[in-house]
């Protein structure tokens, strides 16, 4: 099944994204930065503002879904 339509596998989509991203962002911001304001790459971007600014919710959320796939 694909990840766009289980609910599960969405999330845990989502988090990765954002996970990878803030990592990228941190190590390397020139990469981010100069596609702030595009469309499409842009939203990288604002994953990366997300895990920086929601840190703590991502990294709870992050353990959730590990034990979410762990039981089941």
Request: proline share 3%; net charge positive.
């Amino acid at each position: 099944m694909s990840a766009l339509f289980n609910f599960s596998s969405l999330i845990q989509v989502i988090l990765l994204l954002i996970c990878s991203s803030t990592y990228i962002h941190s190590q390397w911001p020139s990469i981010l930065d100069r596609y702030k304001d595009h469309e499409a790459l842009g939203a990288f971007w604002k994953m990366a503002r997300i895990g920086e600014r929601a840190s703590p919710y991502v990294s709870l959320a992050c353990i959730l879904v590990a034990f979410n796939q762990f039981q089941g």
